[in-house]
T-cell receptor, first 111, second 116 residues
Framework: TQLLEQSPQFLSIQEGENLTVYCNSS?????LQWYRQEPGEGPVLLVTVVTGGEVKKLKRLTFQFGDARKDSSLHITAAQPGDTGLYLC???????????FGTGTRLKVLA | NAGVMQNPRHLVRRRGQEARLRCSPM?????VYWYRQLPEEGLKFMVYLQKENIIDESGMPKERFSAEFPKEGPSILRIQQVVRGDSAAYFCASSPRLPATNEKLFFGSGTQLSVL
């Protein structure tokens, strides 16, 4: 069974601080996606990383895919209250057609 | 271009009743996924369907749960004889093609099911 474990599970920080969220698996994924979900809404895709070692930037967010394609990280620089939400990583389980989601990291940025 | 539409947004049922959750995918999308989310948790895969076919239902309980995606109309997730443990948010996602590298899932706003 392929699992995606995220850490930390909860994170509460002050506005302006930096943070990193991790997504780890013992399995290899052809790609990993990061989603952000706000209360009462469905997840919205932030980025897809495909190549081992790949780094993608989206404004203050930096995403990295591990060299072995088993893990990924999301780094937020100078967090803002608008970054508050549930961050989920997801990957297509090899040999199946289903996307599995990580356990999630709930981020709260205090003004 | 409307997004993925789910209804109802909130559904209250008593134990033993049936719950029907509807999902209309984005226009042109023929692939639908259903996920379940408990408070403070991530999304758990339930079922993946294409038009008129169930492709992967490995995440769906064998009893009381069923899903369909007919040629015409929305995808339906049906829960018979609901129990309190079925209370959760149920999300539907659609995509235009088979899962592949860079394929994007578009999610609806979910249906919050509460079983009294």
């Amino acid at each position: 069974t392929q699992l995606l474990e995220q850490s930390p599970q909860f994170l509460s920080i002050q506005e302006g601080e930096n943070l990193t969220v991790y997504c780890n698996s013992s399995s290899v994924f052809s790609s990993l996606q990061w989603y952000r979900q706000e209360p009462g809404e469905g997840p919205v895709l932030l980025v897809t990383v495909v190549t081992g070692g790949e780094v993608k930037k989206l404004k203050r967010l930096t995403f990295q895919f591990g060299d072995a394609r088993k893990d990924s990280s999301l780094h937020i620089t100078a967090a803002q209250p608008g970054d508050t939400g549930l961050y989920l990583c997801a990957g297509a389980a090899s040999g199946t057609y289903k996307y599995i989601f990580g356990t999630g990291t709930r981020l709260k940025v205090l003004a | 271009n409307a997004g993925v539409m789910q209804n109802p947004r909130h559904l209250v049922r008593r134990r033993g009743q049936e719950a029907r959750l509807r999902c209309s995918p984005m226009k042109g999308h023929s692939h639908v996924y259903w996920y379940r989310q408990l408070p403070e948790e991530g999304l758990k895969f339930m079922v993946y369907l294409q038009k008129e076919n169930i492709i992967d239902e490995s995440g769906m309980p064998k009893e009381r749960f069923s899903a369909e995606f007919p040629k015409e109309g929305p995808s339906i997730l049906r829960i018979q004889q609901v129990v309190r443990g079925d209370s959760a948010a149920y999300f539907c996602a659609s995509s235009p093609r088979l899962p592949a590298t860079n394929e994007k899932l578009f999610f609806g706003s979910g249906t919050q099911l509460s079983v009294l």
